[in-house]
Each structure stands twice: as structure tokens, then as C-alpha cells.
């Protein structure tokens, strides 16, 4: 049976602008999951980078419902025939309708689609592959390991050298695959994989790390040492993600007394958290210690 591939790969130089404007339009289904599949292209996608000794990345929920939903709109409404490519997105959804490259712009453009659909904090780059034959894991991802664009994604090398992807969300429908690659780690704390009791955690999510820390600690006293308030979940966790962004590795939100908090750094020893407190007190002001 002859087979007909059709592949893309997007390319798309780190740009610096504003996404505050944005807006989330889509949440995640009660019974949201990923196929046995879709599990399986992201595990053979780790042990591929792990032969390559590069670390694995961390399944995103968000990445993930992103990749679905968009393997499920190419799938129903993609036409081959079109200048479009396969990084468009169609008029049949919650989403601003786009077609790649022609319509691409700072107001609507394809590496902000997880954060305009589901509120991925960052823009992410997308992987596509379309076969009109049965497309098992190891196929699809053999394919992409075979086009230099994808393989230097996937793997972070040439242009991709310098980044780390903390996040990846796959999606498979009817011979379309999507691979979405992310530098922000994902606020979602885990995903299920349909059928089973299978469930990906993602420990490097800021509400995971928040929850569990103490526990880490032996339930010692921890000093957090507190840079800001925030009035809902959301902001405090976008704001963790920028500080991390910008270098403070153990920013964390802190929730108590019904507070939202974010703290720069934390310490179980009172006397190196007063220290710390002078050498951030320079940076943020009003800094201060809570105990927890």
C-alpha cells in the first residue's frame, strides 16, 4: 500500500513581546486523559533523547489537551489543498481561526495557541506528521528522527542548544500526530492515561511543589521568605514562573490562612533566612519571613 506522508516542522525564532492580552478560552474536560498511544510516543520520545543523554521532559496536561485538540481540528478540517499548512488552525473552534504562514502575527500567532486556548504560560513549538496508513509510535517518531529540523527540536541541538524544554503534550487522531515543546513548566500537577490507573506527576509544577515540601523536609519549620500577594491562584503561579524564569530556581507559591503567597527562596534554618531576607530586602521590597 503506498503511503503518504505529509510532514511539517515549525521554526520559529525566540521573540520577546507581550502576551498579557491573551486570553484563556477553553478548560479541561472532566475525563480529560491521553491514549495508550499518545503515552507511548511520549516514552519512546524520552528513551530517544535518553540515548542521546539529554534529560527527559516532563508530560504537560496543557501541552497535551493543546496537542489533541489541534491533531482533532486538522483531522477534521485540515485540506491539504489550501496554502495553509498543518501549523493552521480552523475556524470550527473556541480559538482565533489562523492560516499558517500567511496570517501569522504578533496578535495571532501559532506559538501562543496553548496559552490563548488553555493557559500555558509561555509560548511552545510545534511538531506535525500526517500518514494516510495505520501510524504506530515508533513510525512516527522514526520519521521525525529522520528530518533534521525536528530531530534538532526534539533533541535540543543547533539552534535548541541553549533550551530546555520543561514541558511536551502530545496528541494523535486519525493519522495526524502533534508534538507541543514548551520552556515553562506547566501549572497542571498530573495527567491520566485513558483506561488505566496510570497517572504522569509533574513534580516541578509550582502547586505540587507547594504541597509537598514540607513533607520533603521532615515537616521541619520552614522560613519562606515572601515577595508578594496575589488575589486568585492563577496570578501567583504565572508569577513563580517568572521569577524562574529569570533565575530564582526555588520560587514557590505558598497558600495559608487562606492567602496567596509567593516566596523567592526558603530555609529551615531561622538563622540562614534572616541572612538571606537582608540580601533579598535589597532586591524586593517589603520582603518578609513566613513561617510555616
Given at each position: ?72 481540528d486538522l483531522a477534521g478540517n485540515f485540506n ?26 504578533k496578535k495571532n500567532n501559532v506559538r501562543l ?180
Amino acid at each position: 500500500m503506498r503511503k503518504i506522508i505529509f510532514f511539517l516542522f515549525l521554526m520559529i525564532g525566540l521573540l520577546i513581546s507581550n502576551t498579557k492580552t491573551i486570553a484563556q478560552t477553553d478548560t479541561f474536560p472532566d475525563d480529560f486523559c491521553i491514549s495508550a498511544d499518545e503515552y507511548q510516543l511520549y516514552l519512546l520520545i524520552n528513551d530517544y533523547r535518553k540515548a542521546f543523554a539529554q534529560t527527559p521532559i516532563i508530560l504537560s496536561k496543557s501541552l497535551s489537551y493543546v496537542a489533541k485538540t489541534h491533531a482533532r481540528d486538522l483531522a477534521g478540517n485540515f485540506n491539504p489543498d489550501s496554502s495553509c499548512n498543518m501549523h493552521s488552525w480552523s475556524d470550527k473552534g473556541k480559538w482565533t481561526p489562523i492560516c499558517y504562514p500567511s496570517e501569522q502575527s504578533k496578535k495571532n500567532n501559532v506559538r501562543l495557541k496553548a496559552k490563548e486556548i488553555i493557559g500555558y504560560p509561555s509560548e511552545a513549538f510545534e511538531i506535525t506528521y500526517w500518514s494516510n496508513v495505520e501510524n504506530p509510535a515508533q513510525q512516527i517518531l522514526s520519521f521525525w528522527c529522520k528530518k533534521m529540523p525536528s530531530k534538532n527540536l526534539l533533541l535540543n541541538l543547533e539552534e535548541w542548544d541553549d533550551v530546555i524544554w520543561n514541558a511536551i503534550g502530545i496528541g494523535i487522531e486519525e493519522g495526524y500526530a502533534v508534538v507541543w515543546l514548551g520552556k515553562m513548566v506547566d501549572n497542571e500537577i498530573e495527567t491520566e492515561v485513558c483506561g488505566t490507573s496510570t497517572k504522569i506527576v509533574n513534580k516541578s509544577s509550582p502547586l505540587y511543589v507547594a504541597t509537598h515540601i514540607q513533607e520533603n523536609l521532615n515537616n521541619s519549620a520552614v522560613y519562606y521568605i515572601i515577595i508578594g500577594s496575589y488575589n486568585n491562584r492563577n496570578d501567583g503561579i504565572n508569577a513563580v514562573n517568572s521569577y524562574k524564569e529569570m533565575g530564582y530556581s526555588k520560587t514557590i507559591l505558598v497558600e495559608s490562612d487562606n492567602k496567596i503567597r509567593v516566596a523567592i527562596d526558603y530555609f529551615t534554618d531561622k538563622n540562614e533566612a534572616n541572612k538571606a531576607l537582608k540580601k533579598y530586602a535589597q532586591k524586593f521590597k517589603g520582603a518578609w519571613i513566613l513561617v510555616i
